[in-house]
């Protein structure tokens, strides 16, 4: 659920900022597949986060996405479990840094 929540973010981000031409990289072969439709998840705990995700994934023109293994993903496996337990629709944009992460940018994505 925490990639789910996260590629609906990252989608909103793009979409909200009107960013074109993004590789997505993420370690949720399952949520890739699905927006790739390479198969089709039916979880009913994430079926409402697919929707969400198939419904931005429209509105972005020129992005890419493509499945990277979680140990290459340390960092950015911890950011979206840190923001499953937040448990809000309010999301920010982090700068890494030396191992540091700091939020630069405050959004909400249900506006779309």
Known sequence: MAKAMALAALLSFCIFFDIHLVSIYGDSKLVIDH???KCRITY??????MNIIMFLWDKVDGCSIQHIYRSTNQQADSLSKEGLL???????????SEGESFPI?????LDF
């Not at 937040?86 to 700068?95: G, N, R």
């Open 44 to 49: 009913p705990h994430l079926l409402g986060w």
């Open 105 to 109: 940018q405050d959004f909400s994505f």
């Open 86 to 96: 937040t448990q809000t629709c309010i999301w920010s944009v982090k700068v890494f």
């Open 35 to 37: 927006v790739l439709g």
